[in-house]
């Protein structure tokens, strides 16, 4: 019985391994082939010459494919930027004050913060989008921003505060005594110590960002502030793209956040954790 489940566990795996990876693969061997090699038939499973000419057009090329894959590019690398700066700022602030403050309505206000993470996006949407308009963020860097920044606060709080439960209080005790108010306490003391924790906070939120495609498409309809992941989605109806230069497009939006998930795993698995331990 322990032998079968085992092989039933190997084969669920290797399942979903081949159910995540054959579609990256395939993206991945299309922009390593020319145009002409892609509309073979029969398909080449494997490039035949690899190349990364479609990887230097669309990073050095000129011409509104290139212009627009660059400067939607730098738009994600910003707005992913900045939302996780200000969100792990007030993230910080908001989990040490309900982790160690005591104040009238502290649980339901807590409870409220969370509970708004069971709302689907798309209930907000309409609302959020005529908030914007009304206060002239629509196509700008900053409504982006806010939107972002809206959506991922409960999550970060959440994070943050289970973490800064489990530090021990008597650190800040002391600190008191010698004199540090609650500000120089929470910068000088807790922000060290929850480090771990900020540092999984910002590299999720990161991610969360960088995977965003409902909000930023109704909220940008100009290059101007476009992310990446809303261009690759709008190009072949703008413009007619070789799918060889599509799939490069599609592999430049996932390998940046595909070599922080990689490189920064631990830092996300040990903050998680040690937050979960009290």
């Keep these: 019985m322990d032998r079968r489940m085992h092989w039933v566990r190997w084969i669920g795996v290797a399942f979903i391994l081949l159910w995540t990876l054959i579609p990256i693969y395939w993206t991945l061997n299309t922009s390593l082939q020319t145009n002409a090699q892609v509309t073979a038939k029969p398909a080449y499973y494997v490039p035949p010459t690899p190349t990364l000419r479609n990887f230097a057009t669309l990073l050095t090329g000129n011409g509104d494919v290139p212009d627009s894959v660059r ?23 908001a989990a040490y004050a309900f982790a160690r403050m005591r104040f009238r309505g502290r649980q339901l206000l807590f409870y409220a913060v969370l509970a708004t993470m069971a709302f689907p996006a798309y209930t907000t949407l309409i609302p959020i989008y005529k908030i914007m308009t009304g206060l002239g963020l629509v196509n700008t860097y900053t409504g982006i921003v806010l939107v972002y920044v809206s959506g991922f606060l409960p999550l970060a709080t959440w994070i943050l ?29 807790v922000v060290p110590l929850a480090r771990p924790g900020i540092i999984s906070t910002a590299i999720i ?38 799918f060889s230069l599509m799939s490069a497009a599609g592999i430049i939006a996932i390998a940046i956040p595909a070599v ?8 996300i698995v040990n903050g998680l954790l040690s937050g979960s331990v009290k």
């Design 205 to 242: 939120t990161f991610l969360f960002a960088w995977g965003q495609f409902l909000f930023p498409l109704v909220l940008s309809s100009d290059i101007s502030t476009e992310p990446l992941t809303v261009v690759i989605a709008s190009l072949q109806g703008r413009h007619v793209v070789p």
């Design 71 to 93: 400067q939607s590019l730098v738009n994600i690398i910003i707005e992913c930027a900045a939302a996780t700066i200000v969100t792990v700022v007030i993230s910080t602030l």
């Design 260 to 267: 922080i998930a990689v490189l920064l795993n631990r830092y």
């Design 161 to 189: 505060y289970n973490y800064m439960s489990s530090l021990p209080v008597s650190i800040e005790e002391a600190g008191q005594v010698d004199g540090a108010s609650r500000m120089q306490v929470l910068w000088h003391l």
